[in-house]
C-alpha cells in the first residue's frame, strides 16, 4: 500500500505535496513475512518471541507524505546463481549518507538534510546496492528476466543524470491485480508479474520508467498534483534514453528504437484524444493559478475525483512529446546536459513548470531559442486540448523511421494473405515473413486491428509466425484485441488467461468485449470478472463492474 492509496488512511497525514516530512517506522510481523518500506537503510529483521520479527525503517530526506509505501507479503529475496562484477560493483559502493564526507559539489538550494548530491562518493556511484523480491514461484523468471536487468538500467540512468538521489533500491514483484505495470517510491520500485513474461523488452522498458522516477516525480516533485506530466512525461521520455544506453546500442540503432517508440506514443496519443473529454486532455488545467494554496493551506485537484482519470495516458504521452521536441530542437547535448543542471538546482524542491521552461530557456544558446518562449510552450502544449500543433506538424513533415518501415512491408503480406482465396498453394509460394522485435510486433498488431476482416486462417498463422501467446503482455494484448474484434474462438483462451493474469492491462479489454454485443465474449467477460474481483483493485473493480452491468 502507499501512494496508489490515501495514505491519510493508513496514518495521519497531510497529503498536498507542500506538507513535506521526514518518517520512521517500526512494524511488527509474523517471522514468515517479509516488511520493505521507503527507507534509507535495508531493514533486516529483529526477531521477537513467538514467531515474530521487527523491521525498523526511516528517511531524512523530507518528502511528500503521499510518496511514502510499505509492502508486507511471504516474499522471497531473488539472488543471482553465481556473484557477476555488476554485484561486487554495487556492494562495494555500498554506504549511506550519515558515513558520507559532504565535502561538496555545489550548495544546495532545498532544506537542510544529508543530501547525495553533496557527497562526492555518490557521484561517481553508477550502480546503487538493489535487491529483489518475489513470491517464490515467480524466482526462477526474476533470476532470468529481471536481475540481469537492474545493473545496466541503474548505470544507464547514471550516465544520463548522474548522481542517483537514493542510497539504494528494492525492487518487489507485486501480483496480478496490483493496478499499473509499475511504481516508484523512495528506495523501493514496484513491478507488475506481467513484466516478468516474454523477452526482457517490457521488464526493461519499465524498470527504466520507474529508476527515472527518483528523479522526477520523488527527489524533484510538482509542487501542483495537477501538474502529472512533471513527473509522468519526465520519466516517459528518459525510459527510452535509459534503456538504450542499457542495451548499449549503437547511436543509429538508439534513434531507430526511439523513432519507433514516438510512432507507437503518436498513435496512442491520437486515439486517446479521440476518446477522451477535451478538459481531460490539458496538463496545466489550472493556467495562471496553478500551485495557488488558499490562506486556510488548501488546494483542489482538478478531476481528482474523476475514476476515467486513473486509466489515461495524456499527461505522460503530451509530456514526453514536448520533452521530446525540446531535446531535438536544443540537440541531445545540449538538453542532457542541462537537464543535469536544472537536476543539481531543484533536487530535494517542489517545482511548477515554469521553473523548468524559464530556466531551460535561460540556458540555451539564443539561436538554439529561436521562438521559444515560456508562454508559447504553455500555450501550445500545456494549456490547450488535443494535439499540439508543433507536434501535428512535425508528424506530418517526418518520415517513418526503418523499423516501422519493415513493419508495414509485413503488415502488406499479411493483408495479401488474408485477401487470397483458400486454395492449396504449391511448396514454395507461400509468403515468407521477418522477425520483428517486440515493439514491431505491437505495431503490426495495431495496423492489422485497422483491417475490416481478418479470416481464421490468418490468424491461426499469425498465431504461430510469432508464438503470440508467448509474448510480452504489450503485444498479447493487441493479440487479444484482434481476437475479441474478429471472434477468433479458437484463442478465447488467450483472452481468459489475460484477463485474470495482467489486470493492470486488462481493463480496456473488458470493455471491447462489451461493447462487441456478442453474447459469447460478454459471458466470457462476466465470468473472468467474477473469478477475480474478490482479489482485484477496488477502484479497478468498481470500473469494470460499471461496464459489465
Request: glycine share 6%.
Given at each position: 500500500?502507499?501512494?496508489?492509496?490515501?495514505?491519510?488512511?493508513?496514518?495521519?497525514?497531510?497529503?498536498?505535496?507542500?506538507?513535506?516530512?521526514?518518517?520512521?517506522?517500526t512494524?511488527?510481523?509474523?517471522?514468515?513475512?517479509?516488511?520493505?518500506?521507503?527507507?534509507?537503510?535495508?531493514?533486516?529483521?529483529?526477531?521477537?518471541?513467538?514467531?515474530?520479527?521487527?523491521?525498523?525503517?526511516?528517511?531524512?530526506?523530507?518528502?511528500?507524505?503521499?510518496?511514502?509505501?510499505?509492502?508486507?507479503?511471504?516474499?522471497?529475496?531473488?539472488?543471482?546463481?553465481?556473484?557477476?562484477?555488476n554485484?561486487?560493483?554495487?556492494?562495494?559502493?555500498?554506504?549511506?549518507?550519515?558515513?558520507?564526507?559532504?565535502?561538496?559539489?555545489?550548495?544546495?538550494?532545498?532544506?537542510?538534510?544529508?543530501?547525495?548530491?553533496?557527497?562526492?562518493?555518490?557521484?561517481?556511484?553508477?550502480?546503487?546496492?538493489?535487491?529483489?523480491?518475489?513470491?517464490?514461484?515467480?524466482?526462477?523468471?526474476?533470476?532470468?528476466?529481471?536481475?540481469?536487468?537492474?545493473?545496466?538500467?541503474?548505470?544507464?540512468?547514471?550516465?544520463?543524470?548522474?548522481?542517483?538521489?537514493?542510497?539504494?533500491?528494492?525492487?518487489?514483484i507485486?501480483?496480478?491485480?496490483?493496478?499499473?505495470?509499475?511504481?516508484?517510491?523512495?528506495?523501493?520500485?514496484?513491478?507488475s508479474?506481467?513484466?516478468?513474461?516474454?523477452?526482457?523488452?517490457?521488464?526493461?522498458?519499465?524498470?527504466?520508467?520507474?529508476?527515472?522516477?527518483?528523479?522526477?516525480?520523488?527527489?524533484?516533485?510538482?509542487?501542483?498534483?495537477?501538474?502529472?506530466?512533471?513527473?509522468?512525461?519526465?520519466?516517459?521520455?528518459?525510459?527510452?534514453?535509459?534503456?538504450?544506453?542499457?542495451?548499449?546500442?549503437?547511436?543509429?540503432?538508439?534513434?531507430?528504437?526511439?523513432?519507433?517508440?514516438a510512432?507507437?506514443?503518436?498513435?496512442?496519443?491520437?486515439?486517446?484524444?479521440?476518446?477522451?473529454?477535451?478538459?481531460?486532455?490539458v496538463?496545466?488545467?489550472?493556467?495562471?493559478?496553478?500551485?495557488?494554496?488558499?490562506?486556510?493551506?488548501?488546494?483542489?485537484i482538478?478531476?481528482?475525483?474523476?475514476?476515467e482519470?486513473?486509466?489515461?495516458?495524456?499527461?505522460?504521452?503530451?509530456?514526453?512529446?514536448?520533452?521530446?521536441?525540446?531535446a531535438?530542437?536544443?540537440?541531445?547535448?545540449?538538453?542532457?546536459?542541462?537537464?543535469?543542471?536544472?537536476?543539481?538546482?531543484?533536487?530535494?524542491q517542489?517545482?511548477?513548470?515554469?521553473?523548468?521552461?524559464?530556466?531551460?530557456?535561460?540556458?540555451?544558446?539564443?539561436?538554439?531559442?529561436?521562438?521559444?518562449?515560456?508562454?508559447?510552450?504553455?500555450?501550445?502544449?500545456?494549456?490547450?486540448s488535443?494535439?499540439?500543433?508543433?507536434?501535428?506538424?512535425?508528424?506530418?513533415?517526418?518520415?517513418?523511421?526503418?523499423?516501422?518501415?519493415?513493419?508495414?512491408?509485413?503488415?502488406?503480406?499479411?493483408?495479401?494473405?488474408?485477401?487470397?482465396?483458400?486454395?492449396?498453394?504449391?511448396?514454395?509460394?507461400?509468403?515468407?515473413?521477418?522477425?520483428l522485435?517486440?515493439?514491431?510486433?505491437?505495431?503490426?498488431?495495431?495496423?492489422?486491428l485497422?483491417?475490416?476482416?481478418?479470416?481464421?486462417?490468418?490468424?491461426?498463422?499469425?498465431?504461430?509466425?510469432?508464438?503470440?501467446?508467448?509474448?510480452?503482455?504489450?503485444v498479447?494484448?493487441?493479440?487479444?484485441?484482434?481476437?475479441?474484434?474478429?471472434?477468433?474462438?479458437?484463442?478465447y483462451?488467450?483472452?481468459?488467461?489475460?484477463?485474470?493474469?495482467?489486470?493492470?492491462?486488462?481493463?480496456?479489454?473488458?470493455?471491447?468485449?462489451?461493447?462487441?454485443?456478442?453474447?459469447?465474449?460478454?459471458?466470457?467477460?462476466?465470468?473472468?470478472?467474477?473469478?477475480?474481483?474478490?482479489?482485484?483493485?477496488?477502484?479497478?473493480?468498481?470500473?469494470?463492474?460499471?461496464?459489465?452491468?
Amino acid at each position: 500500500m502507499g501512494s496508489p492509496l490515501n495514505n491519510r488512511a493508513l496514518f495521519p497525514c497531510q497529503e498536498p505535496p507542500v506538507a513535506m516530512s521526514t518518517w520512521q517506522a517500526t512494524v511488527r510481523a509474523a517471522a514468515s513475512f517479509v516488511v520493505l518500506m521507503s527507507g534509507e537503510r535495508s531493514a533486516k529483521p529483529t526477531q521477537l518471541q513467538e514467531g515474530r520479527s521487527s523491521w525498523h525503517y526511516y528517511v531524512t530526506m523530507p518528502m511528500p507524505a503521499s510518496t511514502f509505501t510499505i509492502a508486507v507479503g511471504a516474499w522471497t529475496e531473488v539472488k543471482p546463481e553465481t556473484c557477476s562484477s555488476n554485484d561486487l560493483a554495487a556492494e562495494g559502493g555500498s554506504f549511506s549518507p550519515s558515513d558520507a564526507d559532504f565535502g561538496c559539489v555545489e550548495v544546495c538550494c532545498h532544506m537542510d538534510y544529508p543530501c547525495r548530491f553533496q557527497n562526492a562518493s555518490a557521484a561517481v556511484q553508477e550502480i546503487i546496492p538493489h535487491r529483489v523480491f518475489a513470491p517464490v514461484c515467480l524466482q526462477g523468471a526474476c533470476q532470468e528476466t529481471l536481475l540481469p536487468l537492474v545493473p545496466p538500467c541503474l548505470a544507464a540512468a547514471h550516465s544520463v543524470l548522474g548522481t542517483h538521489p537514493f542510497s539504494r533500491l528494492d525492487i518487489l514483484i507485486v501480483p496480478a491485480n496490483f493496478p499499473s505495470l509499475g511504481m516508484a517510491s523512495p528506495h523501493i520500485i514496484f513491478l507488475s508479474q506481467s513484466t516478468l513474461t516474454g523477452r526482457s523488452h517490457l521488464c526493461g522498458t519499465r524498470l527504466c520508467h520507474e529508476i527515472a522516477h527518483a528523479w522526477f516525480g520523488l527527489a524533484i516533485g510538482a509542487r501542483d498534483w495537477t501538474e502529472e506530466w512533471l513527473s509522468e512525461g519526465f520519466a516517459t521520455h528518459l525510459e527510452d534514453v535509459f534503456w538504450a544506453k542499457a542495451q548499449q546500442l549503437a547511436p543509429h540503432e538508439a534513434r531507430e528504437q526511439q523513432e519507433l517508440r514516438a510512432c507507437l506514443r503518436w498513435r496512442r496519443l491520437q486515439d486517446e484524444v479521440r476518446s477522451s473529454p477535451e478538459e481531460m486532455q490539458v496538463l496545466r488545467p489550472n493556467k495562471e493559478k496553478t500551485g495557488y494554496v488558499s490562506d486556510s493551506g488548501s488546494s483542489v485537484i482538478k478531476h481528482g475525483l474523476n475514476p476515467e482519470k486513473v486509466f489515461m495516458q495524456v499527461h505522460y504521452l503530451k509530456g514526453y512529446f514536448l520533452l521530446r521536441f525540446l531535446a531535438r530542437r536544443l540537440g541531445d547535448d545540449t538538453y542532457f546536459s542541462f537537464l543535469r543542471k536544472f537536476v543539481h538546482t531543484f533536487h530535494g524542491q517542489l517545482i511548477l513548470s515554469q521553473d523548468f521552461l524559464q530556466m531551460l530557456l535561460e540556458n540555451i544558446p539564443e539561436e538554439k531559442g529561436l521562438e521559444l518562449s515560456v508562454e508559447s510552450i504553455f500555450q501550445d502544449w500545456l494549456e490547450s486540448s488535443g494535439i499540439p500543433q508543433p507536434l501535428q506538424t512535425e508528424r506530418q513533415a517526418g518520415a517513418e523511421c526503418g523499423l516501422a518501415r519493415q513493419v508495414g512491408v509485413e503488415v502488406e503480406k499479411w493483408n495479401r494473405g488474408s485477401r487470397r482465396p483458400r486454395k492449396r498453394r504449391r511448396r514454395g509460394t507461400e509468403e515468407l515473413f521477418e522477425k520483428l522485435l517486440p515493439d514491431q510486433l505491437v505495431l503490426l498488431l495495431e495496423h492489422l486491428l485497422e483491417q475490416k476482416t481478418l479470416n481464421p486462417r490468418t490468424l491461426q498463422r499469425l498465431e504461430r509466425t510469432y508464438h503470440l501467446p508467448q509474448q510480452d503482455a504489450e503485444v498479447r494484448h493487441r493479440w487479444c484485441e484482434l481476437i475479441v474484434k474478429h471472434k477468433y474462438t479458437k484463442a478465447y483462451k488467450n483472452v481468459e488467461r489475460f484477463l485474470q493474469e495482467d489486470q493492470a492491462m486488462g481493463i480496456y479489454l473488458y470493455g471491447e468485449l462489451m461493447l462487441s454485443e456478442d453474447a459469447r465474449q460478454q459471458q466470457l467477460a462476466r465470468r473472468c470478472f467474477e473469478l477475480t474481483k474478490a482479489q482485484m483493485d477496488v477502484g479497478s473493480a468498481q470500473v469494470v463492474a460499471e461496464m459489465l452491468f
